[in-house]
């Protein structure tokens, strides 16, 4: 195919770290995967997806963080890397030979998870006591300057492992809340010793690390290090930004080569890496460090740079050296490959879900929305390196054009069936393309949904628009396969929704009915949340939230039910708590609350709590249902859905 470097001339251009040579300036970021075993022995499982991301044309690729000590102090994931000793060398040599196979330079990471780490202790470390603002991680202990100088040994033999396991650089972990940003920051770190006080004193665990590896390696081994620009944590006495950019001159002068900038911790109160986070927005930070480096110091970044416009351009002005990827390239590791093949359509696109992460802090293996493949690379019935063709081709129906009914029939259809969708609607992505009204960056959800209809129109599925299909339908399709994916809508029981002020919140985000001033708006799921945004985007309207629980959206990512709660909070939503709707009248909702019944006056009730649609299911035998259809979940459920439907046709 035709290469695309003229339109991505500096993305493809070879890049150097130090004296280590790239092929090009894209790097796969490190993220934990919890592929391994508890031991921190490496997993086949984390080969074959590390083989994967260096297989996708990324010029880097840069290994999960290994924790350097025995104590497992570092360990802030159950399946994290080991490498405190030399027992770890043989399987994290298997992961630099998969990446060097592919012609990419292998770089190792090393992290100490400090006061979020200790997943198997009672306890955490870090530079001082300074209460957690995540219930999940418990108080950390002060270290003792005998500990410290451990752990700085500890780092520089996990250096010294990372140069005899064949990598080709090393990578310091300092960000997000780990060990040496607890050091670093202001926030955590009210030592009054060497290693605290002003910015050289909190930077000298740091530092001390930087230079002992330096002189392990010696002077020509790359040596990165991932460092906050801007720690976010303004409001409890975090670093400055320009206390942060001293900090990253100290790494510099210690003996990095690049310098990974980042934005934020996990305890931070903004949104950092989430969808209402422009892309791009954080390279300014980028551009500030790389003002004030040495030229030949290089500065690479990640963070809500999922399309190659932003780093072209950054790159292009001087601004950046490396595109750094994590969530893009969990999403589709042959991003860069596809890219640089003119094949961006068939990019596997980021949602910026977070549903990695929420696995991940569940202790769970890493997960992905919009990647059902992923930790299933080396098992050839999972597709990842595509299906092979079926010897029995079948004519397969399915009922629905939303994300589970186009996933379904986009691999029904690459395997050689033929497939129709037929769908009442006359547009495709049933509610991701709803959602994709919301504010807040909620329009990515369309990148989604036109990637699986241009995976449709690859396999030639044809696609019926605006029919509604009948049972006679059904009965009398002469279809090898009926799949019904028709989704979920709002419904209720309660007496009065046939009135004319009653309205589906799908109706509502899709502008297909007027809506008076006063709303009430009854669900406790986040798609109630989400017609609520909407209203408040919109402007001009008094709503009610009437849910069952504390707090509604108990199926929504602990990423983002946060500052959802802050968004309604401040568009003055009156939530009704513990309540439950007994009568819809001309005035509104009569609500019955712990505090007995009372009237919510509403010009216009919204009802947002889904039912799954499956008249059809039951028509005639050999019918699959698929997707909300079965019973209303979120949109990873969807597309899991969809591709085992594709998979087992």
């Not at 995540?134 to 492992?161: D, L, N, T």
């Not at 480096?293 to 351009?313: G, N």
Request: proline share 5%; aromatic share 8%; with cysteine.
């Amino acid at each position: 195919m035709k290469p695309r470097e003229n339109k991505y001339p500096h993305i493809f251009q070879p890049g150097k770290i130090g004296k280590m040579e790239v092929k090009n300036r894209i790097k796969y970021a490190s993220t934990e995967t919890n592929f391994n075993f508890g031991d921190g022995f490496v997993a086949d499982k984390e080969v074959a997806y590390m083989e994967a991301q260096a297989r996708g044309g990324a010029g880097i690729v840069t290994t999960q963080g290994a924790f350097t000590d025995p104590r497992g102090e570092g360990q802030g994931y159950v399946g994290m890397m080991g490498i405190w000793d030399d027992k770890f060398i043989p399987g994290l040599k298997k992961i630099s030979n998969v990446i060097h196979k592919h012609d990419a330079k292998a770089v190792l990471q090393l992290m100490h998870c400090g006061r979020v780490g200790g997943i198997n202790l009672e306890y955490t470390v870090g530079p001082s006591v300074v209460k957690q603002r995540i219930p999940r991680f418990r108080e950390p202990v002060e270290m003792s300057k005998e500990q410290i100088e451990i752990a700085i040994k500890e780092h520089v033999e996990g250096a010294r492992r990372c140069v005899e396991a064949g990598y080709d650089a090393v990578e310091i972990s300092g960000i997000v809340g780990y060990l040496i940003s607890n050091f670093v920051s202001s926030y955590t770190n009210l030592r009054v010793d060497e290693y605290g006080g002003n910015v050289e004193g909190r930077s000298k665990f740091m530092t001390d690390i930087i230079s002992g590896i330096r002189k392990e390696v010696g002077p020509d081994y790359p040596i990165i290090i991932r460092l906050c620009a801007d720690e976010l944590l303004h409001d409890r006495g975090g670093n400055t930004a320009e206390e942060s950019l001293q900090v990253i001159k100290l790494a510099e002068k210690a003996g990095v080569d690049c310098l990974s900038v980042t934005a934020g911790w996990q305890e931070s109160a903004v949104s950092v890496i989430s969808r209402d986070c422009k892309m791009g927005q954080w390279l300014y930070l980028a551009k500030k460090v790389k003002e004030a480096l040495k030229p030949e110091t290089r500065v690479s970044m990640a963070y809500r740079l999922f399309l190659p416009e932003y780093s072209e351009e950054a790159i292009a002005k001087g601004e950046l050296d490396f595109w750094e990827m994590c969530r893009p390239m969990i999403a589709d590791p042959n991003l860069p490959n596809k890219i640089a093949q003119d094949r961006q359509g068939e990019i596997i696109p980021c949602m910026a879900c977070n549903l990695c992460l929420a696995r991940l802090f569940r202790d769970a293996e890493l997960n992905c929305m919009v990647r059902p493949s992923l930790g299933h690379e080396s098992e050839p019935e999972w597709g990842f390196y595509g299906f092979p063709k079926t010897e029995h081709p079948k004519k397969v129906w399915i009922i629905g054009a939303g994300i589970a009914g186009m996933q379904a029939a986009a691999i029904a259809a690459e395997k050689g069936h033929q497939v129709t969708i037929t769908e009442k609607n006359p547009r495709v992505g049933g509610q991701a393309a709803t959602a994709s009204a919301g504010p807040h960056g909620d329009k990515e959800f369309m990148r989604l949904v036109n990637y699986l209809r241009k995976y449709c129109d690859w396999g030639k599925v044809k696609f019926e628009m605006g029919k509604e299909v009948t049972p006679d339908d059904v009965k009398n399709s002469d279809a090898d396969y009926i799949i019904v994916a028709t989704g979920a809508v709002p419904k209720s029981d309660i007496p009065g929704t046939d009135r004319e002020n009653v309205v589906s919140c799908l109706d509502v985000m899709n502008k297909n009915v007027p809506t008076g001033k006063r709303v009430v708006i009854l669900g406790s799921s986040g798609i109630a949340i989400s017609t609520a945004l909407f209203l408040i985007e919109e402007g001009g309207y008094e709503i009610s939230l009437v849910h069952s629980g504390k707090k509604p959206g108990a199926d929504v990512n602990p990423s983002y039910i946060w500052r959802y709660m802050s968004k309604l909070k401040e568009g003055k939503v009156n939530q009704v708590r513990f309540a439950k709707p007994k009568e819809i009248t001309e005035k509104g909702v009569l609500v019955e609350t712990q505090e007995g019944e009372m009237m919510i006056e509403a010009d216009t009730v919204i009802l947002a709590d889904m039912y799954p649609v499956n008249d059809l299911s039951n028509t005639k035998d050999g019918i699959y249902t698929i997707g909300d259809a079965v019973i209303p979940r979120r949109g990873n459920s969807a597309i899991l859905d969809g591709y085992k439907m594709g998979m087992r046709l």
